[in-house]
Each structure stands twice: as C-alpha cells, then as structure tokens.
T-cell receptor, first 112, second 115 residues
Framework: KAGVTQTPRYLIKTRGQQVTLSCSPI?????VSWYQQTPGQGLQFLFE???????NKGNFPGRFSGRQFSNSRSEMNVSTLELGDSALYLC???????????FGPGTRLTVT | AQSVTQPDIHITVSEGASLELRCNYS??????LFWYVQSPGQGLQLLLK??????LVQGIKGFEAEFKRSQSSFNLRKPSVHWSDAAEYFC?????????????FGKGTKLSVKP
C-alpha cells in the first residue's frame, strides 16, 4: 500500500498571502489529522477530519482551516500568512477506532 | 491538562551500547501510548504502540517499551544501538474515546550515536 502523500513538499510564501496544502491518506483510511511542527512549540495538533467532517480542532486561530473530500483526501488552508506560520506541516491518516496514525513526509512552509 | 514529558533533549550513546529514552505523561486515565521516530527532513515513523494488555511491547527495528501505570511512564529501550538509529524520538499519547485523532506529543529526544 502506498503511504501518506503530501504536496507540495516545500513552499515559500510571503507574509499576508494564503496557502493550501494537500494530503492523500493511505487507501482505506478515512481519518486525516494535521499537525504543525516548529522548533519552539514542537508538534501541535491542528484538526482532524473524518468522513468529510471536522471531528476535532486544536488551539489555532481561525486563519487555519481544512476540509476533506469524499475520497478522504484533505486540504488545509492558511490565510493571511504570518512569519510564525513557518513550520513543517504533517498530515497523518488512520482507520477509524483506536488505531495508530501514519504520517506523511510533511510540507515545509517558509513565510518571508 | 494532558501533557507528555521527555526529560532528555539530547542523548549521545556509543554504537553497540544500550539505550533508554524516558517518557512521562499526565493524563486522567490510561491513554493510548506511542513512540515515533523522525529522521531529518522526514515525517514520523511509528516504532510501537500500547493500547492494552501486556505492558512490555515490541516494536520495529529492535525497539521495545514498557508501560508503567504507577509511574505514568512509557520508556523506550533498545539493547544495542546502531548508527542508523540516530534520529529524533517522540513519545505521544492519544485519548481513549472520541478524540483519538488528537495526539499529544512530547518535545522529543534527539539521539546521536558515536562510532
């Protein structure tokens, strides 16, 4: 089975712009979670989607949003980018239930 | 509040030596427990998990971890470290119940391996 894929792998944006990141989960996985990883804050949960519905949300401002499509692919969007949004954004998928999450390689976002 | 503590930011061990990485958690009940490893510029790879049952769990690459409820700990061990084990290791907890998609991670322990 193919693993979790994320596109693009690297992105450079300017402050004030918006960005959309994409995640394709492992086939058969209906849950997709997003995390932000920074040197200062570590790994922080952004949100989880299951069957096109947001099931959980972390403590991030409304500039961070996401969605999930019927094929379980997910996108996250960050509007009005700030320098502090520079981070590695990781997507993880799992089957429903108490199962482990499988992570993609991440998208490295740099905001200048 | 739920939290995960990895007390060691950076550990250096010699190749062939044994390894123990510490993880303590604060949680209202017994959570699901995980160890992940991350190589530079890469995503996270699951090493092992604890859901219930035997408190000593085996994982990939020769790693094992022991869940100790009385100490709220889930330490990762390996009897003989290889140079390829150099990476950053993250302990994580997940809720039993509806919030399973929300993993709480420790800050990580960076492992360096001396030849």
């Amino acid at each position: 089975k193919a693993g979790v894929t994320q596109t693009p792998r690297y992105l450079i944006k300017t402050r004030g712009q918006q960005v959309t990141l994409s995640c394709s989960p492992i086939s058969g996985h209906r849950s997709v979670s997003w995390y932000q990883q920074t040197p200062g804050q570590g790994l922080q949960f952004l949100f989880e989607y299951f069957s096109e519905t947001q099931r959980n949300k972390g403590n991030f401002p409304g500039r961070f949003s996401g969605r999930q499509f019927s094929n379980s692919r997910s996108e996250m969007n960050v509007s009005t980018l700030e320098l502090g949004d520079s981070a590695l954004y990781l997507c993880a998928s799992r089957t429903d239930g108490p199962y482990e999450q499988y992570f993609g390689p991440g998208t490295r976002l740099t905001v200048t | 509040a739920q939290s995960v503590t990895q007390p060691d930011i950076h550990i250096t061990v010699s190749e062939g030596a044994s390894l123990e990485l510490r993880c303590n958690y604060s949680y209202g009940a017994t959570p699901y427990l995980f160890w992940y490893v991350q190589s530079p510029g890469q995503g996270l790879q699951l090493l092992l998990k604890y859901f219930s049952g035997d408190t000593l769990v085996q994982g990939i690459k020769g790693f094992e971890a022991e869940f100790k409820r009385s100490q709220s700990s889930f330490n990762l061990r390996k009897p003989s470290v290889h140079w390829s084990d150099a990476a950053e290791y993250f302990c994580a907890v997940g809720a039993r119940g509806g919030s399973q998609g929300n993993l709480i991670f420790g800050k990580g322990t960076k492992l360096s391996v001396k030849p």
